[in-house]
């Protein structure tokens, strides 16, 4: 039997027709011969994996290529990473730095300010008995992320330096050879601009640089909401302006962090098209709605008129007008939230360490007084926890599949508002204490009731506790 003949070879890469250069660096692979197997090419090598280096070996033996040849250019990489942009912080570093002792102990505000320019200029974040709040020039209070659901302890720590969420008076724009357009407000202000104001006349309102009626600041801010609203509605006034809402899509949605800074702005962009604000609340604001409505009041101007479960209508006041209303600057971001004492302690006050463990070992077969739903409305959970205190000393609520964040803030509210000792968060459920000053509701105690049966009707009951007769 012949050979088989060897396979055709291969020809070199000529220059195509266009007197072009062929694009590839080396020929084709050649076709796979299914012939002929004993003459298949063989697969190129797979290629090494690429090692990673150390960035601190990487740092310590430089490459060949560039190395340093003098002590300048080494003295220049030191010193650029000694640079303070590099020490910034950010959300990876666990920054913390401790407030000062007045404001941690509640007896005092401090005042921080990263920048000298802002702390000249009245710009400074102020830490205090309520919290972290910002503080800007010609604006009638102090701002705050949360105005509802601030901690009611002062803070011990902040997590970020002392950066305002707010943008800066002025901000940088690119020369494009013309001047900046001027807006509406500017525009009237310099129509109205007098050199001198005539006697028995109001000056005119000036707006500050963060956008702020400076009138507002001359003035208390109550005297001005009363002028605002005008006379007390009857309730045939407050029918006619809560009905068409009831039903009504256009509405505020209040979450877990209650009312913001940046919802004032939209509830009097609601105003601007209606006399009604409608407030839907959800989650823990709706613990406690008389400090929510408190704060609705009190910041936005308005009154609330009609309030029902979560819903509440706010009512901008019959004197209203959106383009003499006091102008807020938006925060562009969330502030870090402080560091705020823990609310469980291992030995609460009033208690040992070893009453409240078993206390904590009880709370471990005592059934929940209720569960709470995820975003539901919390309202009664106040009035239950009191009840359940005048039958136990122990009460205990099931908040399964909540935030933890959530059920925290709602154990720290039920605290203050029942009040109790917080004693557990464990297995997602809130274990608290009626405390040992705890007094009862009603002038006697309560005894169980047995059923009348159908067949007996003629028995009668004493609720005072003497028994029972026929």
């Keep these: 039997m012949p050979p088989p003949p060897p396979p055709p070879s291969q020809r070199p890469p000529t220059p195509s027709r266009a007197g072009r250069t062929n694009l590839f660096s080396a020929p084709p692979p050649p076709l796979s011969n299914r012939r002929y197997p004993q003459h298949r090419s063989l697969p190129p090598p797979p290629l090494p994996p690429r090692r990673r280096h150390h960035p601190k070996n990487h740092a310590e033996q430089p490459s060949q290529e560039q190395e340093p040849t003098d002590g300048t250019q080494r003295a220049t990489t030191s010193s650029s990473n000694n640079n303070p942009a590099f020490r910034a912080a950010h959300l990876r570093t666990a920054y913390r730095k401790p407030v000062s002792p007045v404001a941690a102990a509640g007896e005092g505000e401090t005042l921080l300010a990263a920048d000298p320019a802002d702390a000249a200029s009245g710009r400074s974040v102020v830490v205090g008995p309520t919290g ?13 992320f949360s105005y509802s659901e601030a901690p009611r302890a002062p803070p011990l720590a902040i997590r970020e330096p002392a950066f305002l969420p707010f943008a800066p008076p002025t901000m940088p724009r690119p020369w494009t050879g013309k001047a900046p357009l001027l807006s509406k407000e500017e525009k009237a202000r310099r129509r ?13 309102q000036t707006v500050s640089a963060h956008g702020i009626m400076m009138e507002v600041r001359g003035r208390r801010q109550m005297d001005l909401a009363r002028e605002v609203l005008g006379e007390p509605l009857t309730r045939d006034e407050v029918r ?13 949605n209040i979450g877990r962090d209650g009312l913001t800074h940046n919802m004032l702005e939209m509830i009097h962009c609601h105003w601007r098209r209606q006399e009604i604000c409608k407030v839907r609340c959800r989650g823990v604001p709706t613990v406690d709605m008389n400090n929510l409505c408190h704060h609705l009041e009190e910041k936005s101007g308005g009154k609330v008129i009609h309030r029902v479960g979560g819903v509440v209508f706010l009512y901008r006041g019959r004197h209203y007008d959106p383009r003499t209303r006091p102008r807020y600057p938006l925060m562009l971001w969330k502030p870090a939230t402080p560091v705020y004492p823990k609310l469980i302690k291992e030995a609460p006050e009033g208690l040992t360490k070893e009453e409240a463990d078993e206390m904590r070992r009880k709370g471990c077969n005592l059934p929940p007084i209720c569960k709470l739903a995820k975003n539901g409305i919390y309202i009664t959970l106040v009035k239950d926890v009191r009840d359940a205190f005048e039958a136990n000393d122990l009460a205990k609520i099931d908040c399964e599949g909540l935030n933890p964040s959530d059920y925290k803030k709602i154990g720290a509210k039920l605290r203050d508002l029942v009040p109790c000792v917080l004693l557990s968060f464990d297995n997602e459920q809130i274990l608290m204490y009626r405390g040992k000053e705890w007094k009862s509701r009603y002038s006697k105690p309560l005894t169980l009731i047995p059923k009348v049966s159908k067949n007996n009707p003629t028995m009668l009951f004493d609720v005072g506790g003497s028994g029972m007769h026929t």
């Design 192 to 204: 109205g601009v007098r050199l001198h104001t005539p006697l028995g006349q109001e000056p005119p």
């Design 240 to 252: 006619e302006l809560v009905k068409p809402h009831i039903s009504h899509n256009r509405q505020l």
């Design 132 to 144: 972290l709040s910002f503080r800007l020039p010609g604006a009638p209070f102090d701002f705050q």
